[in-house]
Structures are given as structure tokens and as C-alpha cells.
């Protein structure tokens, strides 16, 4: 069974930093695409940040590109999401997405495993 634990969410003020961390396990294969979709109460789910475990190709959203950087340690099987610069717009709940179909799961048909989610706050 696979599964993604997240951790590293938190409150922080705007232009501080976080990093999310997501553990994954059960994967029978070794290539697929991790990464964090976020969402904002009545809005759809935003795909943001993403990495193939096979090439480590990576993927930004215009609304977090420069500011985000996304790694995998293979030996850990673990993504990490290090946001810098934040901003109030960045509060989301923020959840770790694998997929073994699509190497970049920008939208969540797309998406085949699921975090539970971690709240990330930014006070002005």
C-alpha cells in the first residue's frame, strides 16, 4: 500500500521560509512523480511543485517558481519542498501527490496518491 506522510507545515511570517517534507512508501516501482499540490478553502486544488524520481526533472507553477525549490533523496525516498520568500497568498493546505502515470500531475485527474495535507500559514 502506498503512502505519503507529510510533515512541516507550520505558521511563519511573510518572507520567512518552511520546508515540507513528504516520506513516501510502498511504491513498487522506482520511477514516478512526487510532489505538493496546495488548496485554499473554495478553490480548486493548485498543482505547484514537482519532481520525477527517474530523471529528477522538476516542475514550478508561475505563482512559485523562484521562490520554491523541490528535491527527492532516493535513499530516503523523500520529497522535500523548501519555500522561501513566503507570502500571505501562500496559506494553503499544502499535500504531497505521487503519480505513476503522468510526470508532471499538474492537475489532480492526474494525481494517484494522496498526503493527508498540512496546513502552512503566513501572517502579514
Known amino acids: 500500500e502506498v503512502q505519503l506522510a507529510e510533515s512541516g507545515g507550520g505558521l511563519v511570517q511573510a518572507g520567512g521560509s518552511l520546508r515540507l517534507s513528504c516520506v513516501a512508501s510502498?511504491?513498487?516501482?522506482?520511477?514516478?512523480?512526487i510532489g505538493w499540490f496546495r488548496q485554499v478553502p473554495g478553490m480548486v486544488r493548485e498543482g505547484i511543485s514537482f519532481?520525477?524520481?527517474?530523471?529528477?526533472?522538476?516542475y514550478y507553477a508561475e505563482s512559485v517558481k523562484g521562490r520554491c525549490t523541490i528535491s527527492f533523496d532516493n535513499a530516503k525516498n523523500t520529497v522535500v519542498l523548501q519555500m522561501n520568500s513566503l507570502k500571505p497568498e501562500d496559506t494553503a493546505v499544502y499535500y504531497c501527490?505521487?503519480?505513476?502515470?503522468?510526470?508532471?500531475?499538474?492537475?489532480?485527474?492526474?494525481?494517484?496518491?494522496w498526503g493527508q495535507g498540512t496546513q502552512v500559514t503566513v501572517s502579514s
Open positions: 510502498g511504491f513498487t516501482d522506482d520511477h514516478y512523480a
Open positions: 519532481i520525477s524520481t527517474n530523471d529528477g526533472n522538476t
Open positions: 501527490a505521487a503519480s505513476i502515470r503522468k510526470s508532471t500531475p499538474a492537475v489532480m485527474a492526474d494525481v494517484d496518491y
